[in-house]
């Protein structure tokens, strides 16, 4: 006698029906996943691997006014300062380091027209150039590559992406899972002209890829749009990361360190010292006095002093080199040079650690030139995931239509699958939302096609 199941099955066939089932639940929102971050994963890889050579690409682009022929003394920062002003009238508001003695020093200029970049021979001061700020090749790669190219509300793009990005390496692994599979797990079967090869080319990538693309989404979600600002603004609550006994009796203005200076993720929220309103008639130690403080103090080369922006204002020198336990911020009276305040990435509470640690190496800065290499090659791979991801769909789907892989016949799975995605849509936000008007959509299609 057979035994059946509930459903009029065998135990076995009911076993394989649920098994397919899940397959293409799981499968039909892989699809979905990939149909919308593809074009965007592309360009995250193609400009985050560009981004991750930054300093080279920027020293051959802009040689002629970022690289300088070392010869003599340096001219003095106020000097520089002087030349900056009289080629780009306004007020200066940071005066950066030059991290080589080959590298030009940069004054950061307030004018009318907006924030002005001039670039100043040290030695001789002749300016070199003189250009919006952040204008460089790097820098418009690294708005591209965030998306912040496009103003605001684009950024959130990244978020999604990140949540999409995530979801597409947890389907992947289950889809790529062998049951049983010879090939195509972690060889390639056919040739280029037919799909089994494209699909292993996907498979085969996309599993030695998965742990590299999920620690990207999370160290890439600190510049998203609502993900990340909502976590920067707890990580920085109550000035997260000083040190409690250096923020003792110091008058902390209302403007933050990100406004002023360029500073690292975990800090942008971080909160400036005041200057004590100054006794009459005493002077500021000047722009010179300060640098000369922050190279006695050791601050690594290429760091930048954000200039007091009022009688209370402090001179805020701050750098963010390769090296993490070089980051450090000091804030000096401008009157009496006392540091207000000194703190290192050794000061920074165990969250700013592990997010400058995360943001760091995601920038291929970490671990030197072997970190560019591998986010470089990794930043390939992607490339290939999405191009055989685009050529398989291609060769597969029916003429004239979208090719969405078949619904289960047990609409049942897709109840512990939309748990599993309803979780991930809480952690992240905006692809929560961007969730359920997918889930909305294909719910709306699956009534009106059978009628179409």
């Known amino acids: ?11 076995d066939a009911a076993r ?24 965007f994963m592309i360009t995250l890889a193609v ?19 970022m690289r ?13 300062i002087a030349a900056a002003l009289a080629a780009q009238p306004g007020t200066a508001v940071k005066y950066t380091d030059p991290a080589r003695d080959d590298q030009s020093t940069e004054i950061t200029v307030q004018s009318d027209e907006g924030a002005k970049a001039v670039f100043v021979n040290q030695y001789t001061g002749e300016v070199l150039e003189v250009r919006a700020d952040r204008s460089t090749f ?3 790669v690294r708005y591209l590559h965030s998306f912040r190219y496009f103003g605001p509300n684009p950024r959130k793009i990244i978020e999604i992406v990140g949540g999409f990005s995530i979801l597409m390496v947890l389907t992947g692994v289950y889809l790529w899972w062998p049951r049983g599979q010879k090939g195509g797990v972690v060889t390639l079967r056919g040739t280029p002209a037919r799909r089994t090869y494209w699909r292993d080319v996907h498979a085969v990538s996309g599993i030695i890829l998965g742990a590299f693309i999920v620690f990207l989404s999370i160290t890439g979600m600190p510049w998203s749009g609502v993900w990340g600002g909502k976590v920067n603004q707890w990580a920085n609550s109550g000035n997260f990361g000083y040190p409690a006994g250096l923020r003792v009796d110091v008058p902390m203005s209302h403007d933050h360190l990100d406004h002023i200076a360029k500073t690292s993720w975990s800090m942008e929220q971080a909160q400036i010292p005041e200057t ?16 000369q403080i922050f190279d006695e103090m050791g601050l690594h080369r290429g760091y930048s002093v954000a200039l007091p922006n009022g009688p209370t204002g402090v001179f805020s020198g701050s750098v963010y080199p390769d090296d993490l336990t070089q980051q450090r911020v000091v804030h000096l009276d401008q009157y009496t040079a006392d540091a207000l305040i000194d703190m290192s990435y050794a000061d920074y509470g165990p969250l700013g650690r592990w997010l400058e640690f995360g943001i760091n190496t995601h920038m291929g800065q970490t671990f030197g030139l072997l970190n560019q290499i ?8 992607i490339v290939v995931l999405m191009v055989s991801a685009a050529v398989m769909w291609w060769k597969r789907r029916p003429s004239g239509k979208l090719g969405v892989p078949p619904m289960p016949s047990d609409r049942k799975v897709f109840i512990g699958l939309f748990i599993i995605l309803g979780i991930g849509g809480v952690i992240f936000p905006l692809t929560g939302i961007t969730l359920a008007v997918m889930i909305a959509f294909d719910m709306l299609w699956q009534r009106i096609s059978p009628a179409a």
């Open 68 to 80: 300088v022929e070392p010869g003599g003394a340096m001219l003095q920062p106020s000097a520089l």
């Open 276 to 291: 004590a309103p100054p006794i009459p008639d005493m002077p500021s130690i000047g722009i010179d006095i300060a640098v």
């Open 47 to 65: 400009t985050g691997g560009i981004y991750l050579f930054k300093d080279e690409v920027d020293r051959i682009v802009h040689a002629d006014f």
């Open 16 to 39: 394989r029906a649920k098994a397919s089932n899940l397959y293409r639940a799981v499968w039909r929102w892989h699809f979905y996943a990939g149909l919308i971050i593809l074009p």
């Open 138 to 140: 790097a820098w418009t």
């Open 374 to 381: 591998v986010l470089l090659l990794v930043c390939i791979g």
């Open 1 to 11: 006698m057979t035994i059946q199941t509930s459903g009029g099955l065998p135990p």
